[in-house]
Every structure is written in structure tokens, then in C-alpha cells.
């Protein structure tokens, strides 16, 4: 089983910067990828962003120039560099672990509990 405990989010003013992370812990051999996703009210959860083991980025058009991505393979950590926020930003921040081998099992996802970010004057 892998957890995923997230920390960071908060109220910031429009403009603002907030940086999320998140780290994974169990046994832990590897995760193919790890990301964040979003879900703002009365809405679907959407991707944020998401790294790959191999360095590989995917970026939401939304988010594009603004956000950025970062991932510590040996620590089983990412994070997410959030500048520019609008209030269009605000939402439940939740960390993925997409195929984390634990042990000798392959899990293919894992989601953190989320973190509440709120961008508002």
C-alpha cells in the first residue's frame, strides 16, 4: 500500500504564489508516475500536472507557463510550484501515484487525502 500525505495549500490573493507536496511512504520500490490533480466544486477532478520517473512532464492548458512540476525519484516526493494563481485555481489539490511497486505488488493508483487551495481577495 502506498500513502500519499499532502501539505501546502492555504488561502493566497489572486497573483500569489503557494507551493504544494507530497510524500509517499510504504515499501516502496518505484512509482512510474506522480501528479496532481484538482477538483473544484461541482466539478470533475481534472490533472494538473504530472512527472514521470524518466523526467517526462504533462501540464493542463490551464496551468501552462504558471505551474510548475518538480519530483525526487529517491525521496518518493513531488511537489507543485504554483505562481500567478487566479481565482479560477481554487479547488481540493490531490497527489497521485500512478503504478507504484510496493513490495512485489504493482499498484496502479493511490490518491492523498487533498489539500484545500482557495485563491481569493
Known amino acids: 500500500q502506498v500513502q500519499l500525505v499532502e501539505s501546502g495549500g492555504g488561502l493566497v490573493q489572486p497573483g500569489g504564489s503557494l507551493r504544494l507536496s507530497c510524500a509517499a511512504s510504504?515499501?516502496?520500490?518505484?512509482?512510474?508516475?506522480m501528479g496532481w490533480y484538482r477538483q473544484a466544486p461541482g466539478k470533475e477532478r481534472e490533472l494538473v500536472a504530472d512527472m514521470t520517473s524518466a523526467g517526462s512532464t504533462n501540464y493542463a492548458d490551464s496551468v501552462k507557463g504558471r505551474f510548475t512540476i518538480s519530483r525526487d525519484n529517491a525521496k518518493n516526493t513531488v511537489d507543485l510550484q504554483m505562481n500567478s494563481l487566479k481565482p479560477e485555481d481554487t479547488a481540493v489539490y490531490y497527489c497521485?501515484?500512478?503504478?507504484?511497486?510496493?513490495?512485489?505488488?504493482?499498484?496502479?493508483?493511490?490518491w492523498g487525502q487533498g489539500t484545500q487551495v482557495t485563491v481569493s481577495s
Open positions: 510504504g515499501r516502496i520500490v518505484s512509482i512510474h508516475g
Open positions: 497521485n501515484a500512478d503504478r507504484a511497486v510496493v513490495g512485489t505488488t504493482l499498484i496502479y493508483e493511490s
